[in-house]
């Protein structure tokens, strides 16, 4: 068998307090699927259930070291996940508030990149 893209959806995500690359990484996954819908999944690759495909997930982030991969993964609803995260996205300069468990004055800005494949004879 061999692995077909099906779909590529881009997405960001921002954590403006509290410092947390997987927030922003979440959030960014998050809106790369928010306005997709994949009928093709059935009507075209012909899968019976929904976690049968392939979901492979590429964030950049800054502080990559620091991402939780589950909680990223868990905002996906199907599919056989996996996550590689790297170096990347942005750190803006914001205003740090104490009562919003601020550590420095860092906004986090995260991309991600949503690959769905299908499996297909070779």
Known sequence: MGLKRFI?????GI???????TIAA???????IAHN??????????????NDMIVEVQ???PYPEQVREAEVLAVLPFGRKSLKVETG???VQ???IASLNDKN???????AAVTVLVEKPA
């Open 8 to 12: 590529i959806e881009m997405g960001m």
């Open 37 to 50: 819908a994949l009928p093709g999944i059935w009507e075209v690759a012909g899968l019976e259930d929904p």
């Open 59 to 61: 964030v950049a982030v």
């Open 94 to 96: 914001g205003r740090a």
């Open 105 to 111: 004055d860092e906004m986090l800005i995260a991309v």
């Open 15 to 21: 954590d403006q307090h509290g410092q947390e690359p």
């Open 26 to 32: 979440a959030r960014a996954v998050r809106n790369a």
């Open 89 to 91: 996205g942005m750190i």
